[in-house]
């Protein structure tokens, strides 16, 4: 299994931020994620963010790309802006995660530059474990 280190996979994540205004209330692609599957394959989304709540996060949209693969265990994932800035999934993003993903507490989320952190760090109490 090939090894994608932190600074590629943050690279791979950034090379697909295209921010788009697709109409009036939809953008796309402010936001890039990558992230690294347990048989080692790489998936990518960006974020669809529309005026009516209805879009989605770019780590929805790297799910969803690795489950249309039939893949659903998650190793590592990164999320970014064009600038190059690193964020943080959102709670229902760490939910999705923590639900989709076999062993989902372990998964690396690089939420730094230098800093990855366990998903079980940022969702201390999933919502079916309580």
């Given at each position: 299994?090939?090894?994608?280190?932190?600074?590629?996979?943050?690279?791979?994540?950034?090379?697909?931020?295209?921010?788009?205004?697709?109409?009036?209330?939809?953008?796309?692609?402010?936001?890039?994620?990558?992230?690294?599957?347990?048989?080692?394959?790489?998936?990518?989304?960006?974020?669809?963010?529309?005026?009516?709540?209805?879009?989605?996060?770019?780590?929805?949209?790297?799910?969803?790309?690795?489950?249309?693969?039939?893949?659903?265990?998650?190793?590592?994932?990164?999320?970014?802006?064009?600038?190059?800035?690193?964020?943080?999934?959102?709670?229902?993003?760490?939910?999705?995660?923590?639900?989709?993903?076999?062993?989902?507490?372990?998964i690396e989320i690089i939420v730094g530059k230098n800093k990855v952190?366990?998903?079980?760090?940022?969702?201390?109490?999933?919502?079916?474990?309580?």
């Amino acid at each position: 299994m090939v090894q994608i280190g932190n600074e590629e996979l943050i690279g791979i994540a950034k090379s697909v931020v295209k921010p788009k205004r697709i109409s009036r209330e939809v953008s796309t692609g402010t936001i890039g994620c990558a992230l690294v599957t347990g048989k080692g394959n790489v998936y990518t989304g960006v974020c669809i963010d529309a005026s009516c709540g209805i879009g989605f996060c770019a780590e929805h949209s790297a799910i969803a790309s690795m489950v249309t693969n039939g893949e659903f265990k998650i190793r590592k994932i990164v999320a970014v802006s064009q600038s190059g800035k690193i964020f943080p999934p959102c709670g229902r993003c760490r939910e999705l995660m923590c639900q989709i993903s076999g062993d989902a507490l372990g998964i690396e989320i690089i939420v730094g530059k230098n800093k990855v952190l366990k998903l079980k760090e940022l969702l201390p109490s999933p919502w079916q474990k309580v």
